[in-house]
Every structure is written in C-alpha cells, then in structure tokens.
T-cell receptor, first 111, second 113 residues
Framework: DAKTTQPTSMDCAEGRAANLPCNHS???????VYWYRQIHSQGPQYIIH???NNETNEMASLIITEDRKSSTLILPHATLRDTAVYYC????????????FGQGTILTVHP | NAGVTQTPKFQVLKTGQSMTLQCAQD?????MSWYRQDPGMGLRLIHY???????DQGEVPNGYNVSRSTTEDFPLRLLSAAPSQTSVYFC????????????FGSGTRLTVV
C-alpha cells in the first residue's frame, strides 16, 4: 500500500472549516484514499473514501487532486466534538484487510 | 444492528496466562481484522481474515493466534500473556467492496501484570 504523510497537529476555531491535508505521492491507480478519525480512546470511525472524484457525505468532503498524489479532508463547520486524531489511509488492490494506520493528524477545535 | 461487538471491555491477566478476546459482527462482512494500539501510537495490524477458514498475519502477529470458523466471529487468542501485550485491542470488519470502510469495535483494554 502507498505511504501517506500528514501534519502532526492542526488547530481550528469552532464553526470554521477544518482542512486536513494528506500526501500520498506513490498511490497506484486502483488504490482508494480513506479517512478515519479516533476520538479519545474509542475505536476509529470511518469518515469518507474516494478514488478519483471529490466525495461528500454528511460528515465531510474529500478533495483529491487530479494527479491523485494528495487529498484534503474538509470538515465544513468544525465543532468541539470533532477534536480527534484523523488518519489518511490508502488501501486497495490486493491489500484486502491490510488497513495500515500511520500517526495521523491531531486536530484540536478551539471554542 | 449491533455492528462489531468486542468482549470483554477490560481484562487483567497474569504473565503466562492465556485468554481469548471475542469479536462478533452482524453485518455479513467478509473482512475482519485485529489491531492493537499502544499509548500514543497508531494502530498496528495483528491478524486479518478475508473469509471463513482464511486468515493471515499482519504486522505484529507473534504471541497471537486467530481462527475464522464462521463469517460472524473472529476470536483472538493470547497463548501465554506477556507484559508487552498490555494494550488496547480493536476488532474491525469490512465488506469485500470496502464501501463504508471498516467498522471498529469499542476495544478491549488488556493489562498483563
């Protein structure tokens, strides 16, 4: 699986958009970009995933660059409950169950 | 719909004891995995399964056994517990297509003394 690079930490004001970047320059054509988050010590929570096109769901939007070497997760109106560790993961091809977590980005939302 | 259920939520073991961490899912997912998470670190894959009767090793398999006799259940066995296995253990499941991502359980917090 392709390796991902994320900033260690980010801050965001409550009510503002949080934009979390991820680099995955070695991604291959059949690999998807997944985003998860982990709040405190809970189990990770799936947020969104995409292949080429931008994606949006009730939680977030995912913007993938045309060359697919990077992506941005957007939380449109961050709340205090969005404070968590956010993981960008590349998965696909024959990787089956191998979802490999990196260190992620610690997002802190301030009042 | 319960999702992924892990039992027990907390466990204390003595060094050398064995135990089984239970994981069950009711979503008919083909993929199931076990991860461990040590303080301040990301999740590391222990073992995974792509269907009943099929298992494979992940990143840190030593000291753990798994089996997958049914689609629903994927137990993790600690053969002889060691203090280094003190961790939080998460079970996760996913459909073959990957749509909807992995669903994680709430974790088992294991302490080996």
């Amino acid at each position: 699986d392709a390796k991902t690079t994320q900033p260690t930490s980010m801050d965001c004001a409550e009510g503002r958009a949080a934009n979390l970047p991820c680099n995955h320059s070695t991604i291959s054509g059949n690999e998807y970009v997944y985003w998860y988050r982990q709040i405190h010590s809970q189990g990770p929570q799936y947020i969104i995933h995409g292949l080429k096109n931008n994606e949006t769901n009730e939680m977030a939007s995912l913007i993938i660059t045309e060359d697919r070497k990077s992506s941005t997760l957007i939380l449109p109106h961050a709340t205090l409950r969005d404070t968590a560790v956010y993981y960008c993961i590349v998965r696909g091809g024959t990787s089956y169950g191998k979802l490999t977590f990196g260190q992620g980005t610690i997002l802190t939302v301030h009042p | 719909n319960a999702g992924v259920t892990q039992t027990p939520k907390f466990q204390v073991l003595k060094t050398g004891q064995s135990m089984t961490l239970q994981c069950a899912q009711d979503m008919n997912h083909e993929y199931m995995s076990w991860y461990r998470q040590d303080p301040g670190m990301g999740l590391r894959l222990i073992h995974y399964s792509v269907g009943a009767g099929i298992t494979d090793q992940g990143e840190v398999p030593n000291g753990y056994n798994v089996s997958r006799s049914t689609t629903e259940d994927f137990p993790l066995r600690l053969l002889s517990a060691a203090p280094s296995q003190t961790s939080v253990y998460f079970c996760a499941s996913s459909s073959l297509s990957g749509k909807g991502g992995y669903t994680f359980g709430s974790g088992t917090r294991l302490t080996v003394v």
